[in-house]
């Protein structure tokens, strides 16, 4: 499996083309199995392709301060990507094995995020359908989509994300957080460096890809995009900035 | 024409943003939330054939039509139920609604 890394970051339209590049690049045969470790630059907010937008996400406060936001082509939830604070993976991969169904592949994946968070001294543990959690605190939600025999799954962790911004920009029902035992956003979620300290990125993306290579049972080795990625990528980046997707629900 | 909004909570939320016509159909229907279907187009195909449903049979016709859909985070049983009893209730409601407008002899 190859790894291709962007710690410096891009911003969240062409991250999000970029993953559905390589989900499309990956069923065509064009390229192998792919994991990306990156950040998004500026921060962002994504959220699932089934939300609604106005219903998910404070759009007032992300306009006040310049925070871009763009729908996924993943289900799943809303999500605040800070540039400091959270890094994101995606990974595209056939669909076969223990990634035949569904809920397991969540299970699967999410393995190598639990390895990654207990070599670094925090007890992580994967929650169905698509959370990983620290003392029973999200510290890492995860997404999937599958096309034509493969699946592109990426997902957050949260190492030092400014939780007081995930708070304001976010919005959650009030009943699905009762429902959780908590009242607030903040109450549910937890950063990696709330439970072992100051936390050092290059060791937690080489933990992350040590976690990834156990989870997948693959050999990893680095890589850069090609020139055929970065066009299918250039392609997408209009659709994830278009308000006809952003606002389609 | 009347919205409805039916919020269902499983492990994941799913909203369902209906307008019913004055004969309990459905005109419209959103279904939204933070819940995974494979493949996405599923959902959009559900909302497409709820579309002139007043009945049970039609919402279960509907249903039909995405079982071969892996749904993550929903009860799809139990949602369709909802629609259905919905539909049901909105039928009851309208016919004692014309009853007690019905001139009397």
């Known amino acids: 499996m190859r790894v291709v890394l962007d710690l410096e970051g891009h911003d969240a339209y ?66 605040y990507h800070d540039t400091n604070g959270e890094l994101t993976y995606s990974v595209v991969l056939p669909i076969e094995g223990a990634l035949a169904d569904a809920s397991e592949s969540y299970r699967v994946i999410c393995s190598g995020l639990v390895y990654a968070l207990r070599k670094l001294g925090a007890p992580g543990e994967f929650i169905p359908v698509n959370d990983v959690a620290v003392y029973g605190k999200k510290i890492s939600g995860n997404a999937q989509t599958r096309r034509a025999g493969f699946l592109l799954q990426h997902g957050t962790l949260m190492y030092a994300t400014d939780l007081d911004t995930v708070e304001k920009a976010l919005l959650a029902p009030r009943e699905k957080l009762e429902s959780k035992g908590v009242r607030s956003i903040r109450e549910r979620v937890i950063t990696l460096r709330e439970v072992i300290g100051e936390v050092d990125v290059n060791a937690l993306v080489e933990s992350l890809i040590e976690g990834f290579s156990k989870a997948l049972s693959a050999e990893v080795y680095h890589d850069v995009l090609s020139e055929e990625e970065l066009r299918a990528a250039d392609n997408l980046v209009a659709k994830y900035r278009s308000p006809e997707w952003i606002f389609k629900r | 024409m009347r919205r409805i909004s039916l919020v269902s909570r499983y492990t994941k939320t799913v909203k369902l943003d209906i307008v019913l016509g004055e004969n309990c159909e459905i005109i419209d229907v959103v279904v939204s939330g933070d819940f995974f279907a494979y493949p996405e187009e599923a959902i959009e195909r559900l909302e497409s054939k709820l579309k002139k449903c007043n009945s049970r049979t039609c919402v279960e016709e509907a249903f039909g039509e995405i079982s071969g859909a892996v749904i993550l985070g929903i009860d799809v049983a139990d949602l369709k139920n909802r629609i259905a009893e919905l539909l049901e209730n909105c039928t009851t409601a309208s016919l004692m609604e014309k009853e007690k407008v019905t001139p009397q002899p």
């Open chain 1, 14 to 79: 062409w991250q999000m083309a970029l993953d559905e590049a390589l989900l499309v690049l990956r069923s065509l045969g064009r390229i192998a199995n792919t994991l990306r470790i990156y950040r998004f630059k500026p921060s962002a907010v994504t959220i699932g392709y089934f939300q609604k937008i106005r219903e998910s996400v404070n759009l007032e406060f992300l306009h006040e301060r310049g925070i871009q936001y763009t729908r996924r082509i993943t289900g799943g939830g809303s999500v």
